[in-house]
């Protein structure tokens, strides 16, 4: 007989609706809410507190009619997994894929996206790396304004859905990263401030009231929280999470929530006997996340590195909007291709003010790096991809700068090919009046860049998100074959170098002429030269290079001084 | 001929007056605004604002006519100092004295506190603690609502009576250690928000709005405080700074303020020759703050243990109320006698949720411990002394725990000989209508803890703050004078015992019995037994004692077991 559980303090009667039965709860010491009921892995139920309507479980493992329906009940033993000897591949010599279930395919399902692991297999991606997937308002959505955290969306196919899809991952080799959203909640069906106090007014966030990790009553949303991550490492048998935005998970308790999180992480680890890994999106430059925990940082396995994208972003469009406005040389990307941070305490004008740390000690292997992600992609006005904004000869130069970093590289779905379609902000929210303000506010947004409002999609209209879907099609026309090609080659190369793999950021060697526009890097025997420029150049090397291993035009040559190389190409040598 | 500089980065307009004359001032990068203009110290002057009204100077040295009047020109180069050879006691050997310099003396100044030194350095003082000095508006008041940070209170003599009295200090072998307030300013004469982004609606404090520590602008904001530190310590050959309420200061950047403080302040120690110490009020119990900057901590010398005090008072009164029902046992001095921290990650009912973390590697003397201070006392309705709340009896045993206790021991003014003056809160606010809202407010805060309005003391009222003034008669007088001796008699002991001055907390050992009611601390061949219960007993030790150092009452004997001591009373031992 199961043991339904619900945490709600300051409630003075709790009772559980399971059928037609409406059962009378027993409080606990802590606030706890308790009852035993005869109920079997499929029913629905939900909690009333104080006599209240009825409310989805906090923790609710499955959301099937959506965000206000009742919960389901679920049991994890019952899935039979085939991934017993499974061990997921270290992240240091890892690739990422990042992708979004509802675009990645024409169905938009968990089990859908199985239909490509092969692909992703054959790209040489040893990581898949899901956007949220919490169930969230409506059927289409980012995933970022996940309420029920526990449950895996109804409309990707629910738990079942999630645990075919990592277990088929796991069976073509490949590790899964699920997202989560643990710095607010989304605006629609977030029913948790009833419960408890999982919010707090001390701080704001911008995205509305901060989740409360250190004030009255926060060990258990820290318990919330935690309790959540280990749920998916453990009964969806992920191999790692992304943390999302952690910047805005402010705790000035004496123990950082994310410290707390990793530690409890890597406890779990050693008893499920396989490695688990976290991983942050931060854009503070702070390198005490990634530090080890007996150095006093919170132990975090890698973090996001915007500075690394905006770098390249800067130089290769040539864009100066926005934060943009702090990138743009050769300088930055070289600084970016050895340090992560640009901003390591450096004026930075967007922000008005220093802005980060030196990241003195960390090894490459801390930081994601990518040329696009899907907020890079999505938070413009029209969702454009990297190869929209420059010439296929430099996506290819930013290909190569990023594939053979000292950092973990990350590829967002069809940046391998180039894709066609943009990745847009779409909702579905079903509220229509909230659908309305985002729809206003993103047109508000955009208008500040002199944007027209036509201009801009309309996020609640299903066009944007049929837009936003891969065109799988495309992997095998001109164009985006030679850049699949250009993708797989560069991912073999560094998957069997070990000069690539190496995580020591001190031995990265940078040189480059601002005004002839080349840069080289070279990682122990192995060199990247680059040439932006639009003329065909002579880049000169340090000694004799041996070979050319990779080239992303015909035409670049080798002599005693260096290389030659086209308009817009990058080359991968050989030096010694 | 001197510059004059402000930074008013929003400003479209900067002018200075001084004497008769307007002058326009120039605008610089980083918004900057300077000009140079014969004048001579003595000289007053303020700025004008895009032609607004006269404000004091945001680094203003000398406030000569209160927070709304004209800044005066200072030359710190012009005070003759008698203090070249001074080197400063270390910290992790001293003994601190808290004094508030209005209520010190009679007259309530700089100059009159000189006349005591002599009382201090008698009694074994270290270290002369100064509550906030810092120009605030009105003649009276704690000095927690300074605006004016660079400049002493005219009040209490101004910059050249506080160098008179460091320098006397110096000269009688007391360090001066200054309290500083970083977390707000004070609520009237505040005009920094008029100059530039000094604070921020992002995070709130206790006491108005944050100082903006991380947003745009905060670099200058940043400078503002760092500036202020260095000048004390450089300018007035301060030997410590007291930072007040550091949790108060929210600062999510990569490097925190307190880490950027403590490197500035220790380089300029390199600089000047000798050592500087940063002390900081921090109710976190997060050691970050006080480990070394290589293992991830801020680099702080040492910070206020309130969990040491609460221990203590809530077992010598008995009182429950508040945050002392987290506390009482003799477990909990105990444990707060050996980590400072009660609170090490256990559940706080006060704060409803676990707090701290364990102080592992610390040593005793990153530990400011204190039987009472300004706040414990003042914050009271009617500002009680902890000898005005538990017999003399428990006073004297109160007294030997702190100050044979492994860390920096604080005295509050008056406390040596159980002064008979309460330390009650008193403002001297010239804004009729703040000084009624602060009026009204006390009465409130205290009508929860059941207090009629009659009870609580008018703070606007001058006879409140006369009423806290120290009466020096008391020293000379039975029962007081007697409590003077145990201090004088402790504070000699610790001073010249070695094992009392050992900061290794793993090195004591303690013992109790809670029914028994009876406590011993070990230290090394050292030993603290207390007796705490109102009757005589027996108390074992775990080896023969040798002698009876010192004792609080007659009649303490020896015996092989143990000691028996009388009724509320402690005795020091030598063990071997």
Redesign the interface.
């Known amino acids: 007989m199961p043991t339904f559980r619900v945490w709600a303090p300051e409630r003075r009667q709790g009772a559980l609706d399971l059928g037609d039965q409406r059962l009378p709860m027993r409080r606990h010491d802590g606030g706890w809410w308790t009852i035993d009921a005869e109920a079997v892995p499929g029913a629905d139920y939900a909690y009333r507190l104080d006599g209240g309507p009825p409310r989805p479980d906090p923790r609710s493992p499955w959301q099937p009619a959506g965000v206000h329906g009742p919960s389901r009940l679920l049991d994890h033993g019952m899935f039979v997994w085939s991934d017993r000897d499974w061990r997921p591949p270290p992240l240091a010599s890892g690739v990422l894929y990042e992708l979004h279930i509802g675009t990645f395919t024409v169905a938009g399902t968990f089990d859908a996206a199985i239909d490509k692991l092969a692909h992703l297999a054959d790209l040489g991606i040893t990581h898949v790396e899901l956007m949220p997937v919490q169930e969230f308002s409506g059927a289409r959505g980012w995933g970022y304004d996940g309420v029920d955290l526990y449950a895996p969306h109804h409309a990707y196919g629910g738990p079942d859905g999630l645990k075919r899809l990592v277990d088929a991952a796991h069976g073509c080799g490949l590790a899964v990263v699920l997202d989560v959203v643990y710095n607010h909640l989304g605006p629609t069906g977030n029913y948790l401030g009833e419960f408890g106090p999982y919010f707090t007014d001390?701080?704001?966030s911008p995205w509305g009231p901060a989740v409360n990790f250190?004030?009255?009553?926060?060990?258990e949303v820290r318990r919330f929280v935690c309790d959540n991550a280990l749920m998916w490492l453990r009964d969806y048998h992920l191999d790692a999470l992304r943390i999302d935005a952690v910047?805005a998970l402010?705790d000035?308790?004496?123990?950082h929530i994310l410290e707390q999180l990793a530690e409890e992480v890597e406890q779990l680890g050693r008893v499920l006997g396989r490695r688990l890994t976290l991983i942050a999106e931060s854009d503070?430059?702070?390198?005490?996340l990634v530090?080890p925990r007996r150095?006093?940082?919170y132990g975090i396995d890698a973090q996001w590195s915007d500075d690394v994208h905006h770098a390249l972003h800067a130089l290769l469009t040539g864009e100066r909007d926005g934060y943009y406005a702090d990138f743009g040389s050769i300088a930055d990307v070289a600084t970016a291709l050895r340090d992560a941070y640009v901003y390591a305490?450096r004026?930075s004008a967007f922000?008005?003010?220093?802005?980060?740390?030196a990241p003195t000690g960390l090894p490459g292997d801390a930081f994601v790096a990518f040329l696009q992600n899907h907020d890079q992609i999505g938070n413009r006005a029209r969702g454009e991809r990297s190869t929209h904004l420059m010439s296929p000869r430099r996506a290819m130069i930013g290909a190569a700068l990023v594939l053979t970093a000292p950092f973990v590289p990350l590829l967002f779905q069809g940046e391998e090919w180039g894709a066609s379609t943009p990745f847009q902000y779409f909702t579905g929210h079903e509220d229509a009046e909230l659908g309305e303000r985002v729809r206003i506010g993103r047109r508000e947004e955009f208008a500040r860049f002199d944007w027209s409002p036509d201009d801009v999609p309309d996020p609640q209209d299903e066009a944007t998100f049929l837009r936003s879907k891969l065109d799988w099609n495309e992997t095998a026309q001109p164009g985006h074959r030679e850049l699949l090609d250009w993708h797989r080659a560069l991912i073999a190369l560094r998957r069997q170098t070990s000069e690539l793999l190496d995580g020591r950021r001190e031995a990265v060697c940078t040189r480059y002429d601002e005004a002839a526009q080349w840069l080289v890097v070279e990682r122990g025997s192995m060199a990247i030269a680059v040439n932006f420029a639009d003329r065909r150049q002579a880049v000169p090397l340090t000694g004799a290079a041996l070979e050319v291993v990779l080239s992303s035009a015909a035409g670049a040559s080798l002599d005693a001084h260096g290389i030659t190389l086209g308009p817009e190409s990058a080359a991968i040598l050989r030096l010694r």
């Open positions: 001390r701080y704001g250190d004030g009255p009553g926060s060990d910047h402010i000035l308790s004496a123990v503070l430059n702070d390198p005490r530090r150095l006093g940082g305490g004026y922000r008005g003010r220093r802005h980060g740390r």
